[in-house]
Antibody, heavy 117, light 108 residues
Framework: EVQLLESGGGLVQPGGSLRLSCAAS????????MSWVRQAPGKGLEWVSIITGNGRTYYADSVKGRLTISRDNSKNILNLQMNSLRAEDTAIYYC???????????WGQGTLVTVSP | SYVLTQPPSVSVAPGQTASITCGGN??????VHWYQQKPGQAPVLVVYDESDRPSGIPERFSGSSSGNTATLTISRVEAGHEADYYCQVWDNSGDHVVFGGGTKLTVL
């Protein structure tokens, strides 16, 4: 059974940093792209970033230069380093399997990030 | 950048058929995926590659795509289908994932 478990969310001040993680199990992690998708309160889904199995990365323009995606294939962990956070980064952040020319077939339950003074 | 346009809301009576559209430039040549999201829950894939269903998704969910419009169709709608529905593609030119703005399905 595929499982994706996010952690690391919380309250952070504007300009601060936060690191999200997603522990994956139930599939060959290194063989698949992994993504972060966020959802601001009451809003739609917004794609944030994707990393392929061999480490190629892509970012939404709204986060480029501030958020960094990475993965540890030895530990089946996906990360999102979030720097220079802004109020508009407040959202539930979902970890999702694949998305690189393929659908997102599995999603985690999400972790809430709140950027506020 | 590639834009996907969905109607904000669609309403349908129980037992009827709901059609949710997703507009995009030449979307008929793209692989379109559809997600259902109920309040407080993560999205769930219901249709992928325009018309295929993941295992466990009932046949009442179907998809089609042609020209500049993709459509998710839910037949014999029931109260449990009330949710937000999102279309999604991979934008080859921009190397981005693109989501539509979402459509709230209301069962009257």
């Amino acid at each position: 059974e595929v499982q994706l478990l996010e952690s690391g969310g919380g309250l952070v001040q504007p300009g601060g940093s936060l690191r999200l993680s997603c522990a994956a199990s139930g599939f060959t992690f290194s063989s698949y792209a992994m993504s972060w998708v966020r959802q601001a309160p009451g809003k739609g889904l917004e794609w944030v970033s994707i990393i392929t199995g061999n480490g190629r990365t892509y970012y939404a323009d709204s986060v480029k230069g501030r958020l960094t995606i990475s993965r540890d294939n030895s530990k089946n962990i996906l990360n999102l380093q979030m720097n220079s956070l802004r109020a508009e980064d407040t959202a539930i952040y979902y970890c999702a399997k694949d998305g690189y020319y393929h659908p997102f077939d599995y999603w985690g339950q999400g972790t809430l990030v709140t950027v506020s003074p | 950048s590639y834009v996907l346009t969905q109607p904000p809301s669609v309403s349908v009576a129980p037992g009827q058929t709901a059609s949710i559209t997703c507009g995009g430039n030449n979307i008929g040549s793209e692989s379109v995926h559809w997600y259902q999201q109920k309040p407080g829950q993560a999205p769930v894939l219901v249709v992928y590659d325009e018309s295929d269903r993941p295992s466990g998704i009932p046949e009442r969910f179907s998809g089609s795509s042609s020209g500049n419009t993709a459509t998710l169709t839910i037949s014999r709608v029931e109260a449990g289908h009330e949710a937000d529905y999102y279309c999604q593609v991979w934008d080859n030119s921009g190397d981005h994932v693109v989501f539509g703005g979402g459509t709230k399905l209301t069962v009257l």
